[in-house]
Structure formats: structure tokens, C-alpha cells
């Protein structure tokens, strides 16, 4: 399905009536056939299709309320409509999430890498539904509101080394700051590997167990010039296994 967004009502000749109209939603095989046939042959030379396109159901105009000015505080809007349908429990700081989806946007668009086809398009330019999840995640939105008190009663009953609780206690409020506050590049590609690989490594039973082989792990896929510490890290990887559990 491919949508053109528009907070201009579309004006177009129909085929139920032959009169031009104005809607809001309008799909492809709504429109008098000649302007279907149009509209197919101007795409099959602009792509250079040996045969003209088939559009029916694919295609759709659609119209938006996004107005043109103050369009951030309508998007913050929504987005706090979706959150509060999505987890009714939980509190949101919705800034830093939208900038954390403003950034993803951001970076999506000033994408230069070439495209050569279809596939390309969707990997370099689009968001999908897993990556938006997965961006709200990285910005804090989680069905649980994690409590570092359960993090450490987990891994005192593990026997976890009394340096090593310490130390993740120290670095665990900055992590969680940072997650909100740093929708930069770095941050945000770190949170995708950590993300991933906790999803790879559930296996692994034992708390202290699966923060070693992920760090492990991460350790070897980053830049070694990002400014994070040993201990940053693990307790980035011990926020994300409990957000993937």
C-alpha cells in the first residue's frame, strides 16, 4: 500500500459521477478511468516499465490535520494520545521520546546511500513498525517501570560481586538519563546494538552470565572512540535485557 499524506484535500475527476470533487480519502480505482490511465502511463515512462503499473488497491490519497505551522505540538499530541492507549498505567516524558523519533526521521532522511531499487528504499529511507518499537523502547517506553532496586535484588541472589553492584548503581541513573536525553547518533546506534543483542542472547539463564557475553559482544561491535565506560555499558545491557524480557 502506498499513501500520499496531505493536509490538502485532494481535487480530482471521479469515476461514479465524472465530476470533480474534493475528498479526504480517495483511492486510486475511485478515479475516472482516463486520469487512472494517466496516471499509469506517466509512471511506466518515468520508471521505464515495459508495461503500464497496476494500481488498483495499492494506491491512496489520503488527508492529514498536521497543520504546516506548529506541527510539533500537534505531533506531541498524538503521540501522547498513543501512549496513553498503548500503556494507560504509565507516565511518559514525551519530549525527549519525540526527539528521539525526530531524530530517527532526521537521520532516515539525510540518508545518501544510493537506491537502486525497491528493497533499498524501505532499508534506508522508511521506519518500520519493528524499528519504531524498538525506538520507543530506546527512549524508555516500556509496558514495566523498572526500579533499580529489582536489578539489584536479582543480582545479589546471584551473588553478584559487591564491586560490581556498585559500580552499575553508580552508572544506572546517567544511563537512564542519557537514554531520554541523547537522541544523537552514537547513543542511538548503541541502543540498536544493545536491543539486538539482547534479544539474541535470552539463552542465557543467569543475569550476571548474559551481561558478560553481551558486553562481550557490544564491546567488539562499537567504535572504540565512543565515550563510554565498562561499566556504562553494562548497565545499558542490564536495562535493555530487563526491557526485552
Known amino acids: 500500500m502506498l499513501q500520499f499524506v496531505s493536509n490538502a484535500a485532494l481535487k480530482a475527476k471521479l469515476k461514479s459521477d ?18 487512472q490511465s494517466d496516471v499509469c502511463k506517466c509512471l511506466q515512462k518515468e520508471l521505464g516499465l515495459s508495461n503500464p503499473p497496476s494500481l488498483t488497491g495499492l494506491l491512496e490519497f489520503e488527508v492529514t490535520d498536521l497543520p504546516l505551522r506548529e506541527h510539533e505540538t500537534f505531533a506531541k499530541g498524538l503521540l501522547t494520545n498513543f501512549l496513553e492507549y498503548m500503556y494507560p498505567e504509565r507516565s511518559f ?8 523519533l525526530l531524530g530517527e526521521v532526521a537521520a532516515r532522511n539525510n540518508n545518501h546511500e544510493a537506491i537502486a531499487s525497491y528493497e533499498d528504499l524501505i532499508r534506508h529511507k522508511s521506519i518500520s513498525r519493528d524499528r519504531f518499537d524498538s525506538l520507543l523502547v530506546t527512549a524508555g517506553v516500556s509496558r514495566m517501570e523498572l526500579k533499580w532496586e529489582t536489578v539489584e535484588g536479582r543480582l545479589n541472589s546471584e551473588q553478584a560481586p559487591l564491586s560490581l553492584v556498585q559500580a552499575l548503581r553508580r552508572e544506572w541513573e546517567g544511563v537512564e538519563l542519557d537514554r531520554l536525553s541523547k537522541p544523537d547518533v552514537v547513543h542511538l546506534h548503541l541502543w540498536e546494538i544493545v536491543g539486538d543483542l539482547c534479544e539474541t542472547h535470552k539463552h542465557i539463564p543467569n543475569l550476571m552470565g548474559r551481561i558478560e557475553a553481551i558486553y562481550a559482544a557490544v564491546a567488539s561491535q562499537i567504535n572504540p572512540s565512543w565515550p563510554f565506560s565498562e561499566m556504562y555499558l553494562k548497565a545499558a545491557i542490564t536495562l535493555g535485557i530487563y526491557e526485552s524480557e
Open 93 to 100: 516524558r514525551i519530549a525527549p521520546i519525540y526527539r528521539a
Open 18 to 35: 465524472g465530476k470533480v470533487q474534493s475528498k479526504d480519502h480517495l483511492s486510486f480505482e475511485e478515479l475516472d478511468e482516463t486520469l
